[in-house]
């Protein structure tokens, strides 16, 4: 029977409908990895004059800037969604107030947006780093975020394949340094207060992710620093959550990234379907001034298509219950 899931963190309601998964056209694999051509590739270590100059890079031999010797490199996007400078965030003209309102609101979209190479080797996804270099990749999204402290809310983005929105096929990371905070946060920063509130002060998250390892039907692998779980209502086939064992409300803070768990998972996921997946990743990290939150990582494969139900309704349609999902990751030999 079909059930409808209410997401704890988001409010969202996701619709896990696992007969589904028996209809023509139900099962799961990923194509094969769009291949990189070293000759035109912009992200391999001596290609530094292809991109714009850097902005940030780890150099562990002090290398100079735009030049060979560095593991991770940041350099402004080509093709920038946001750029320059600006006032206060723009208001929404019917959120508040009386009389009629500007039914055509708009401001400059002023901020910063980035590109971090996550490693000079030439590889399609993240999951064929080394533990090191993943680490060393996620260390420098953290200093992005805090470099960018100005920000109203810095989002951190891994795309990966064509069809996860990726132009390039070369491992890499976008920062969006952006002048707002997103409808989708402000969300969860209320649900992290409501509980906080609701419990005389606990953590959303830090009680979540204590009630599925008591039941373990939606663990998929505990590491030293981070657990990784297929969220209750999983958005989409084999969705998994990387949450650090304790919590901590900003991503950019000293601590633990999960890095070793994180891999773990895409190479169990790698294992399931044949090969590297289509996914869109993401850090949710605290916006400016929450007190209660915690940070996490959140893996989106994209092996189905939104259709009418998702993009009309904003109700996700999941033919992979989640607890399916996660037996088939923890039963996986990583890749």
Not at 12 to 29: H, Q, Y
Not at 58 to 71: C, H, L, V
């Amino acid at each position: 029977m079909p059930e409808v899931r209410i997401d704890p963190l988001t409010g969202l309601k996701t619709i896990v409908a696992g007969e589904r998964a028996n209809r023509p056209g139900g099962g799961f694999s990923a194509p094969p990895a769009e291949p990189i051509d070293p000759e035109t590739d912009p992200f391999l270590e001596g290609h530094e004059d292809r991109t714009p100059p850097e902005v940030d890079a780890t150099r562990p031999d002090g290398s100079a800037p735009d030049t060979p010797g560095w593991t991770v490199r940041v350099v402004p996007n080509l093709y920038p969604a946001l750029g320059g400078e600006g006032e206060d965030e723009l208001a929404d003209p019917l959120a508040s107030g009386r009389g009629e309102p500007e039914l055509f609101a708009s401001a400059p979209a002023v901020g910063a947006h980035e590109v971090v190479v996550n490693s000079p080797l030439p590889v399609t996804s993240i999951s064929a780093l080394p533990e090191e270099q993943a680490g060393a990749a996620m260390d420098m999204w953290r200093k992005r975020i805090r470099t960018h402290a100005d920000a109203r809310y810095v989002h951190v983005i891994v795309n990966e394949q064509r069809t996860g929105g990726a132009s390039l096929p070369h491992t890499h990371s976008q920062v969006y340094g952006l002048p707002f905070v997103p409808a989708a946060v402000a969300r969860e920063r209320e649900r992290f207060t409501a509980y906080a509130e609701r419990t005389q002060g606990r953590n959303l998250l830090e009680d979540l992710l204590q009630q599925e390892v008591r039941g373990r039907d939606r663990i998929v692998a505990v590491g030293e620093d981070a657990v990784a779980i297929c969220p209750w209502a999983s958005r989409v086939p084999f969705q998994v959550q990387v949450i650090p064992r304790r919590p901590r409300a900003r991503f950019e803070d000293e601590g633990p990234v999960g890095a070793g768990v994180l891999l773990d998972v895409l190479c169990r996921l790698e294992a399931v379907l044949g090969g590297p997946s289509p996914l869109n990743m993401w850090v949710r990290t605290a916006p400016r001034g929450a007190e209660w939150f915690c940070w996490r990582i959140d893996v989106m494969p994209r092996l189905t298509y939104l259709a009418g139900l998702e993009m009309g309704a904003g109700v996700n349609l999941n033919i992979l219950p989640p607890e399916r999902a996660a037996q088939l990751l923890r039963d996986a030999a990583p890749a």
